[in-house]
C-alpha cells in the first residue's frame, strides 16, 4: 500500500522554526498558471464543503473543465467553481491545480491556505511516482505549493512546519525542470534546511533556475560566483548574473538584488565591469533574437 506523501501522520514539528526561511514563490507560481492555463484558463474552489453538481450537467470530466474556462473567462465565477469542481472530482489535474491555486491566492474565493494544501496534495498523491504526459509543469507547480506549505506550515492546522519534508517536495519538482523550485530547493543547500549546507549544489540549481530568467536564482548565483561562497570566484560571471537580475527588478521586493548588485559593482574593478556589461548586452541581444 503507496504512503501518502502528504498523510497528515507524517507531517510532525523537526525542531525548525517555522519563519527561519520564507521563500516567495507566489509571482512565480502565478506566472506560470497563465502559461500552464493558456488553453485552459479556469477558478477554484473548496475542498471540503462541495456544491452539488448533477451528473447530468456534464458529457464528461474534460467538458466539465472547458466549462469551468469558459465560465471564468465570461466573469462568471460561481458557474467556473461548480464546473471545476465537478472536474477536480473526477481527477482532472488542471482543476485540482487551479483550485489549489485560487484558494492560495484568495482568487475568487477566501484565502484558505489548508484547502489549497489539500487541493495540492491530491495532485501529489496522484501523481508520486511519475505524471501523466503533460501534466508534469502543473505536477511540479503543485509539489513546489506543497514545499512552500511544509517549510513554515500552516498556523493553526494540522500542517506543521517540516523542512525535511519540503526539501523532498522542492526535490521532486526541480526534476522537472520547474524553475522556482530549483530555486527554493537551492536556497535549502544555501542555508542548510531540510538537508545538509551544500554550497556548491545551491549554485548548481541557481545556475539552472538562473538560465531559465528566474531573477532571485540570477541574483544569488552571482553573488555566490562573485565572492567564491562554495564555487571558485568567478567575479566578471558573478558581476554579469547580478546585472541580468538587476535589470529585471521590478518591485519594492526585489530591493535585495539591487543591493547585492551595488555592493558587488562597488566592489568590482574597472575592467571587470567593463568586462561584465559587455557580457550583459550580448546576452540582451541572443535573446532579443531568439
Known sequence: MRTSRTDPSRLLPVGAAPGRLRVKIACGLAAAGLMLLAGYP??????????????????????ALRSGVRDYNAGDKQGAVRALEYAADQGQTLALWKLGRMYADGDGVPHDDLK??????????DNDDKPEAGNSGVVASAFTALGTYFLDGIKGTYVRANPERAYEMFNYAASFGDPNAQYNLARLYLDGTGTEQDPR???????????????????????????????????????????????GAQSRSD????DLYDKAWTAASEADRAEAMAKVQSTGSTRRRR
Not at 255 to 258: D, H, P, R, T
Open 116 to 125: 489549497a494544501f489539500e487541493y495540492f496534495s491530491r495532485i501529489a498523491d
Open 201 to 247: 549544489k545551491a549554485a548548481r540549481w541557481f545556475n539552472l533556475a538562473a538560465e531559465k530568467g528566474h531573477k532571485p536564482a540570477q541574483a544569488l548565483l552571482g553573488d555566490l560566483l562573485f565572492n567564491g561562497v562554495g564555487v571558485p570566484r568567478q567575479t566578471v560571471r558573478g558581476l554579469t548574473w547580478l546585472a541580468l537580475a538587476r535589470d
Open 42 to 63: 479556469a477558478e477554484s474552489l473548496d475542498a471540503t464543503a462541495r456544491t452539488p453538481v448533477p451528473d447530468s450537467s456534464y458529457r464528461s470530466a474534460k467538458d
Open 255 to 258: 530591493e535585495w538584488i539591487v
